[in-house]
């Protein structure tokens, strides 16, 4: 049986603040603000030491968890112009070919976490320069002021990674800019904080759930089993965190996946057991039924006599703005959303779509994730449940130490 969402709870800013004890929304809304004190913090603690020097033979960027997309952001734009390679690595070990030569970018919010903390006690060891990004008074800057690298701090008040992501973001922008690794300079990153306090503002407590584009999503995304799916790199990014920000904030599993590459595997589910289609096609294999999409699930059906009802699946595709000229390239991966979502529909699942609006790739990629972000929470928070508080993650490290 699909969750119930309590549509006037997350219309009530009183049993918001009651829920929100880490005030999740607050620290979503602050993304913008983030992005700008986050330039200021760079100038502060040296970027102009990695940006302004020598370019490296390669980059390596470290980090995980809440952090993760930190590496996913950066490898998508450099990808298409970077001169040097740069790759990901989540945790140790360091490769073997790192050395004096190359960069490593550690970033973890607490400045605590293992793998990048490790990874970037392993890279001054082999005299590789380093960039640091986390908490003051961290082991992480430790590591960094040790080696004579740069640590940026990420300010007070960050309570989770999940929250301080431009805090953690802007500042490795910032340093692969300056070295021509992305096309990202200071006014691309003020452009996106403008792009980022648009959306906060249209998903505030405040505006009601008819016209809070993150509200409309949350609700819809209540009534289903959630697939996120994007239609090309930049919203397989942003598929990726809202597929991790569904299970971490709201406690709703959910797969994600990129189009053209996973249009099949998605497409595969609609004939399985979340969908309308699936039902009817039973129903004609038992003979109950002529076998149409149109004989779904039966809405006089009693959960308690008949037994519980199935979620429907819920598609939530991320559709990038439309370029002017639209380039054939874009015209095909048109196609195959257009596609995906038409069969969805004809299956018997619930569709939403999130289209970002034009801009710089930085600036329509900050869109999509900021309105994923607050649907999630949102959705936590219409469950029931306080979106930065598990008692199940608590339990874990409890057991593990972690």
């Known amino acids: 049986m699909a969750p119930y969402l309590d549509e006037a709870r997350i219309d009530s800013e009183e049993a918001i603040a009651v829920l929100d004890s880490h005030q999740t929304l607050r620290g979503l809304a602050t993304a913008g603000a983030q992005v700008?004190?986050?330039?200021?913090?760079?100038?502060?603690?040296?970027?102009?030491?990695?940006?302004?020097?020598?370019?490296?033979?390669?980059?390596?960027?470290?980090?995980?968890?809440?952090?993760?997309?930190?590496?996913?952001?950066?490898?998508?734009?450099?990808?298409?112009?970077?001169?040097?390679?740069?790759?990901?690595?989540?945790?140790?070990?360091?490769?073997?070919?790192?050395?004096?030569?190359?960069?490593?970018?550690?970033?973890?919010?607490?400045?605590?976490?293992?793998?990048?903390?490790?990874?970037?006690?392993?890279?001054?060891?082999?005299?590789?320069?380093?960039?640091?990004?986390?908490?003051?008074?961290?082991?992480?800057?430790?590591?960094?002021?040790?080696?004579?690298?740069?640590?940026?701090?990420?300010?007070?008040?960050?309570?989770?990674?999940?929250?301080?992501?431009?805090?953690?973001?802007?500042?490795?922008?910032?340093?692969?800019?300056?070295?021509?690794?992305?096309?990202?300079?200071?006014?691309?990153?003020?452009?996106?904080?403008?792009?980022?306090?648009?959306?906060?503002?249209?998903?505030?407590?405040?505006?009601?759930?008819?016209?809070?584009?993150?509200?409309?999503?949350?609700?819809?995304?209540?009534?289903?089993?959630?697939?996120?799916?994007?239609?090309?790199?930049?919203?397989?990014?942003?598929?990726?965190?809202?597929?991790?920000?569904?299970?971490?904030?709201?406690?709703?599993?959910?797969?994600?996946?990129?189009?053209?590459?996973?249009?099949?595997?998605?497409v595969a589910c609609l004939d399985g057991p979340f969908t309308t289609a699936y039902g009817a096609s039973a129903a004609a294999l038992a003979g109950g039924g002529s076998g149409g999409a149109s004989g779904g699930a039966d809405i006089f059906a009693d959960p308690f006599l008949d037994g519980p009802v199935s979620p429907r699946l819920g598609l939530l595709m991320l559709r990038d703005a439309v370029p002017d000229p639209l380039t054939r390239e874009a015209a095909e991966s048109a196609a195959v959303a257009d596609a995906v979502a038409e069969a969805a529909r004809e299956a018997g699942a619930r569709v939403s779509e999130v289209t970002a609006l034009p801009g710089h790739p930085l600036t329509r990629l900050a869109g999509q994730l900021a309105t994923t972000d607050f649907a999630a929470t949102y959705l936590a928070l219409g469950l029931g449940l306080d979106p930065a508080v598990s008692p199940h993650v608590t339990d874990l490290r409890n057991r593990t130490g972690r």
């Open 36 to 266: 700008r004190e986050a330039i200021s913090l760079s100038a502060e603690g040296g970027i102009t030491r990695v940006a302004g020097g020598e370019r490296p033979r390669s980059v390596l960027v470290a980090s995980l968890g809440g952090s993760g997309v930190v590496c996913d952001i950066l490898d998508l734009l450099a990808e298409p112009g970077s001169p040097v390679p740069v790759s990901v690595r989540r945790n140790v070990p360091l490769p073997g070919w790192v050395g004096p030569l190359d960069l490593v970018i550690a970033v973890s919010q607490s400045g605590r976490a293992a793998g990048p903390l490790a990874l970037a006690a392993e890279a001054a060891r082999r005299g590789a320069s380093l960039l640091t990004v986390g908490s003051a008074d961290s082991p992480l800057a430790d590591v960094a002021a040790q080696a004579r690298g740069v640590h940026i701090d990420i300010g007070r008040g960050r309570t989770t990674s999940r929250t301080a992501l431009w805090s953690l973001l802007a500042p490795v922008l910032l340093a692969a800019g300056g070295l021509g690794l992305v096309d990202v300079g200071e006014q691309v990153l003020l452009e996106t904080a403008d792009r980022l306090d648009e959306v906060a503002e249209a998903c505030r407590p405040s505006s009601e759930s008819f016209v809070n584009p993150a509200k409309v999503l949350a609700i819809d995304l209540a009534e289903g089993v959630p697939v996120v799916l994007g239609d090309g790199p930049l919203n397989g990014v942003a598929a990726g965190r809202a597929a991790s920000m569904l299970a971490r904030t709201a406690r709703i599993p959910a797969i994600h996946g990129e189009l053209p590459d996973d249009a099949a595997q998605i």
